[in-house]
């Protein structure tokens, strides 16, 4: 019923800038909190940033003055603006996305991208 598509990463030398771009598609009637997650070989998945639908913002600090996430409602799609990034910042990132349908407009639930790869040599 929903779908969360993500786009943008690759591979950028450290110190670079990539941007990422999730995109939620189908039956929504609304998203509330939308986030990026990232999960790199052997760790468990840890949240990058994550944003409410009125643009409030949580960051994880070995994130924080290096990374913005923002949001267009009008698009359903989320935006995570990353620079001076780090060999560390490596890892697989994915778009999550709290939303209600239209068959359920009072329940919420969590989706997932498939995930981007992003990848910093040093």
């Known amino acids: 019923q929903v779908r969360l598509v993500e786009s943008g990463g690759g591979l950028v030398q450290a110190g670079g800038s990539l941007g990422l771009s999730c995109v939620a598609s189908?039956?929504?009637?609304?998203?509330?909190?939308m986030g990026w997650y990232r999960q790199a070989p052997g760790k468990l998945r840890e949240l990058v940033a994550r944003i409410t639908s009125d643009d409030s913002t949580v960051y994880a600090d070995s994130v924080k003055g290096r990374i913005t996430i923002s949001r267009d409602n009008a698009k359903n799609t989320v935006y995570l603006q990353m620079n001076s990034l780090k060999p560390e910042d490596t890892a697989v990132y994915y778009c999550?996305?709290?939303?209600?349908?239209?068959?359920?407009?009072?329940?919420?639930?969590?989706?997932w991208g498939q995930g981007t790869q992003v990848t910093v040599s040093s």
């Open positions: 999550n996305a709290d939303v209600s349908t239209h068959q359920s407009p009072y329940y919420t639930q969590a989706y």
């Open positions: 189908g039956s929504i009637f609304s998203i509330n909190a």
